[in-house]
């Protein structure tokens, strides 16, 4: 006998609709420039013991573009860059620009979501050149930051209402807007709650709790740290002087990297609320949990101060932990990710068939099998230097279009217009390379065989063979064009 439940029910599936408990619930935690390779993740203890001890580190993870609003962008919508339009963190550049509102806001993962029955919540930093009273679609509620990362001094789009504050600390507002949501949310529907913190992105602002932890601690002096580079060994912006950099850039940089580890103690302190409260609510056997970053960070690395935008492993390489149903704890994931997987995993965790368009790939598969998966994975980056990037404080000329050159740095630029550049990372049993081309004057190539060389010291490009250069060529040709299926492929 066909009952009015059994009706209602397959309803439901045909409207595309999904019950109450049928499906998991799932937190995404998104940190801001949180490096992997130089230990950003070891001051978080409570998290290593809440998400990694109790599920599986991920530990080839890589971004797509090593830029906050890009790599947002991709996480969003599953796909590359030069899909998304949004080429760096200005709004000429794409962030927050035409483009990504009209076309590409409208598909993005969480639409899907909310039209497929789930609640869907959001707070934190959105994108950098956000400073709207719109609330993006597909959120039930929205707790949006107002451009770039701040810790204090910072305004929230709530819900549709502009709200400035002064003296709460971000990431601890943030944590009760989290809270407060897991805690209200309809329990007959399941929710996605995606929460991004500002820590540990500049200016490294701690919460007073915790600006005196880690007296003691420097920045990791990598056999890569504060090493000269030469004209065939790397890109110009590596080149240029001061190099090695001067004594009290390296105790800058010290004191930077005790800051970033600071203020990731709230993130910490949030990460484990949230598990306790997943955990008293009854719910954490039912929820996937994601911690994860938008990109990495160096810090010395190559005579480069402090900044991401680098093709380098401490710029691409992101920590990505999950733990949720049927993951095994301590488990490891060596197969490759990237940051564009992150929207078809959550819609196949939601029972949602991920759109064509998407160029990543779930990578649920990997939690439960043993299997190493080849991947080619593109990196994508649009350097922002400008004649308008100008510092006159610096020795250098407008016509040089650099970017991101400070005094406190001894003006060894960050960022130029011809730091322009894609890349693929290579890695399959036996190979573990990475291959740059940048779209500059000379053509420059970068090739690194990382299995022989981890810190990425000796650029192999120039001593290729020709048919294996030209195989990485064409393949990053293909990549770059990319869309959907074809982005999945091994060239």
Partial sequence: MITLITVLYVLCVICGVKSGNQFPNIVLVLTDDQDVMLKGLNPMIKTQQLIANQGATFTNAFTSSPICCPSRSSILSGQYAHNTKTFNNSESGGCYGAHWREKMEPVTFSVLLQKNGYQTFYAGKYLN???????????????????????????????????????????????????????????????????????????????????????????????????????????????????????????????????????????????????????????????????????????????????????????????????????????????????????????????????????????????????????????????????KTYNPECPWQKKDKLFLCTTDIACHCQDSWNNTFSCIRHLAKDLNMAYCQFKDTENFIEAYDLTNDFSQIENIAYDMLPSIRAKYSLALSNLTECVGETCRQIY
Wanted: hydrophobic share 35%; proline share 8%; aromatic share 12%.
């Fill in 129 to 387: 050149e956000y400073h709207s009273e719109n609330i993006p679609p597909g959120w039930n509620e929205w707790f949006g930051l107002h451009g770039n990362s701040k810790y204090f001094n910072y305004t929230l789009n709530e819900n549709g209402k502009t709200v400035f504050y002064s003296d709460e600390y971000l990431t601890d507002l943030l944590k009760a807007r989290a809270l407060h949501f897991i805690t209200n949310v309809t329990k007959k529907s399941p929710f996605f709650a995606m929460v991004a913190p500002p820590a540990p992105h500049a200016p490294y602002t701690a919460a007073i709790r915790h600006h005196e932890l880690f007296p003691e601690v420097k920045a990791l002096r990598t056999k890569n740290f504060n090493i000269p580079c030469g004209p065939l060994e790397k890109h110009w912006l590596l080149t240029m002087p001061p190099s090695p950099l001067p004594d009290e850039v390296l105790e800058e940089i010290d004191i930077i990297y005790r800051k970033r580890w600071q203020s990731l103690m709230a993130v910490d302190e949030m990460v484990a609320a949230i598990v306790e409260l997943l955990d008293n609510e009854n719910i954490i056997d039912n929820t996937y949990f994601v911690y994860t970053s938008d990109n990495g960070y160096h810090m010395g690395q190559f005579s480069q101060p402090y900044d991401k935008r680098q093709p380098y492993e401490t710029d691409i390489k992101v920590p990505f932990l999950v733990r949720g149903p049927g993951i095994s704890h301590k488990s490891l994931v060596t197969s490759p990710i990237a940051l564009i997987d992150i929207a078809p995993t959550v819609l196949e965790w939601a029972g949602i068939k991920a759109p064509s368009q998407m160029d990543g790939v779930s990578f649920n598969p990997t939690l439960t099998q043993t299997e190493f998966k080849e991947r080619q994975i593109l990196i994508e980056y649009w350097g922002e230097g400008t004649v």
